[in-house]
């Protein structure tokens, strides 16, 4: 999980030799004769809305230093050459669409939702990473608990389609559903 600025290039640790950063993992990856690396880019302005306990370090109106300090620098390391062999999977803004149709009765997601920061946050990261060759982005789609009722699957849909417009459909390879939360379809 590539969730703050730090993590791109990794953080040392006084009690082991440090978290490894994304180009570090990459390096791995190459090394261990893997053919692809999955990563989840989750640092939103505003991050998670709706809930404080994954609310991120970026504020409600940082969507510059999203754009510059977080998705430039992982597109720039992705887009090495040394890297053309691996397939690069990117989870793109875990619950940041679904908060937008789900969750604007909560004062910050509905700020979000008027600023556009999640909009145009995830079609920027879509659009930038989209661009490499080898990379492949899946856009997050909550899970059914959110999105499966009635008044919430063409909204988000609606939201989907508009966000993958702004960066360019060619930009997203698909959705994933259940990446930080699920619940189950029927009870044993």
């Given amino acids: 999980w590539l969730d703050r600025r730090a993590a791109i290039e990794g953080t040392p640790n006084s009690m ?4 490894m950063g994304l180009a570090d993992h990459l390096d791995a990856a ?9 990563f989840v880019i989750y640092n939103l302005p505003g991050r998670d809305c709706s809930a404080l306990a994954s609310n991120g370090e970026l504020g409600q109106e940082d969507l510059p230093k999203y754009k510059s300090e977080y998705i430039d620098p992982i ?43 999640y ?6 990261a879509l659009n930038k990473l989209g661009a490499l060759s080898n990379v492949y982005n899946y856009v997050d789609a909550g899970h059914h608990g959110w999105l499966g ?29 259940n990446t930080a939360n699920y619940s189950a379809l029927k009870e044993p």
């Fill in 16 to 19: 082991s030799n440090g978290a």
């Fill in 30 to 38: 190459i090394e261990q004769g893997a053919t692809y690396a999955q």
């Fill in 75 to 117: 597109a720039k390391i992705m887009g090495d050459a040394k890297y053309k062999s691996l397939r690069i999977i990117n989870i793109i803004e875990v619950d940041s669409l679904p908060n937008l149709v789900t969750n604007t009765s909560v004062e910050a997601c509905a700020k979000m939702k008027a600023n556009g920061g």
């Fill in 119 to 124: 909009v145009q946050g995830v079609a920027y």
């Fill in 149 to 177: 009722w009635d008044t919430n699957m063409n909204p988000s849909a609606e939201l989907f389609a508009e966000t993958a417009k702004i960066a360019g459909f060619e930009t997203v390879h698909g959705f994933i559903t």
